[in-house]
């Protein structure tokens, strides 16, 4: 038995100040984002979608709307698929600017690895694992669509594809609005299919 689970990147948000915001409240698509997901919503129209669910993040409620009504379905929420954690949120981090150009903040790049600044690698592909096999069992069969964020997405792909969990954040592959597809046959994955419905963008881009 086949079954399908669709990690989607949410839709462009509007921060005109670049910020890094992280988990913080009322940061909503932008009406690029609105299209984007809606873009999304009519490239997965004649899937076999029957489970949505999303971070509780307003910006991933959003984004999952659209596909969820083209669908006859309701948004379901999943703390599990929140962004990560991050000791520079609400700051600008672009490189050279803002907070990385402060020395009291230096003692929180100690370590790349963990990350030092945030919520650790292995605590959040641990938890995006828990999220996706749970909406694996709710779609048996069919497919669920995940909506969540840039580096959970990511991280939970290399955990799955046994590559080391610590990487360069301007190479990841977790364009706005694309999907990240996870392909089971039973309990066993055997596939990732990785798509951008919406086109590419910048993964260097602070705050998209």
Request: net charge positive; charged share 25%; with cysteine.
């Amino acid at each position: 038995m086949t079954t399908i689970v669709h990690l989607l990147r949410h839709g462009e948000v509007h921060n005109p100040d670049g910020i890094l915001y992280g988990r913080l409240p009322g940061f909503h698509l932008s009406e690029r984002g609105r299209r984007q997901a809606l873009t999304v919503a009519e490239a997965v129209a004649t899937h076999d979608i029957a489970y949505v669910v999303s971070s509780p993040l307003q910006r991933a409620q959003e984004t999952a709307a659209p596909i969820a009504a083209a669908h006859r379905l309701d948004v379901q929420t999943d703390e599990r698929l929140i962004e990560a954690g991050n000791a520079f949120e609400g700051q600008k981090v672009a490189v050279g600017d803002g907070a990385l150009r402060q020395p009291r903040h230096w003692p929180k790049l100690r370590n790349p690895f963990v990350p030092s600044w945030g919520e650790p690698y292995v605590e959040i592909a641990h938890r995006m694992l828990g999220a996706v096999l749970r909406a694996r069992s709710k779609a048996e069969g069919h497919e669920a669509l995940c909506v969540s964020h840039q580096l959970p997405i990511w991280t939970l792909r290399r955990f799955l594809e046994a590559k080391p969990l610590w990487h360069d954040p301007r190479r990841r592959q977790c364009s706005l609005a694309s999907l990240t597809s996870l392909v089971f046959q039973g309990e066993e994955l055997v596939k990732i299919v990785y798509s951008e419905p919406a086109g590419a963008t910048d993964p260097k881009v602070t705050g998209a």
